[in-house]
C-alpha cells in the first residue's frame, strides 16, 4: 500500500519530464519562422480603383457601420 504513492510521484515525474523534452519530429533542415516566397509579386494595382483600405477590423460590430 505504501508503494501505490511512489509509483504514482513515478508515474507523474516520468510524464512531466516527457512533456519537457525536446520534438523529435522537428527537423534541422526547416527553418524556423521562415516564410514562404510572395506569389503576388507580379500583380498590377495600377489599373485598379482602389481607394478605401479598412485596417483592423478584428470585431464585427466596429465594422458594421463600413458594410
Partial sequence: MKRLPLLFSL?????LLSACS?????NADNKAGSLPNNPNT?????KSE???IYLAGGC???L???M
Fill in 11 to 15: 508515474f507523474f515525474l516520468l510524464l
Fill in 22 to 26: 525536446p520534438v523529435a519530429s522537428l
Fill in 42 to 46: 507580379n500583380v498590377d494595382y495600377s
Fill in 50 to 52: 482602389l481607394e478605401t
Fill in 60 to 62: 464585427f460590430w466596429g
Fill in 64 to 66: 458594421e457601420a463600413y
